[in-house]
């Protein structure tokens, strides 16, 4: 689950500032650190455009990876980008929904 916080205004099938998506892929930016993280959403109407896909980058460093985050039921801080976007579309926290 993301909770969307920019835009304030943001509404999808899951409801305002709620966005809901499955890990598609994960890249590690190894070995710097960092990594990018892929999910798959239901259409959501972005900028004029659809998108299906957003790519998750952590907002601010941390000691461990967004999926190791993920995995210990932590919320983390996260830019959200379209495919092969350059400028950040939306920014909120991700976590993990169930086990």
Do not use: N
Not at 26 to 35: K, M, N, Y
């Amino acid at each position: 689950m993301v909770l969307v916080a920019e835009p304030w205004d943001f509404e999808s099938p899951e409801g305002r500032g709620r966005l809901r998506g499955q890990v598609s892929k994960i890249q590690d930016f190894a070995p710097d650190g960092g990594q990018e993280v892929m999910l798959a959403v239901a259409p959501i109407s972005l900028g004029g455009d659809t998108v299906t896909a957003l790519r998750a980058l952590g907002l601010h460093p941390t000691q461990e990876t967004l999926i190791q985050r993920l995995e210990r039921g932590l919320s983390t801080g996260v830019r959200l980008y379209g495919p092969g976007a350059r400028s950040c579309l939306l920014v909120g926290s991700i976590r993990r929904l169930g086990a």
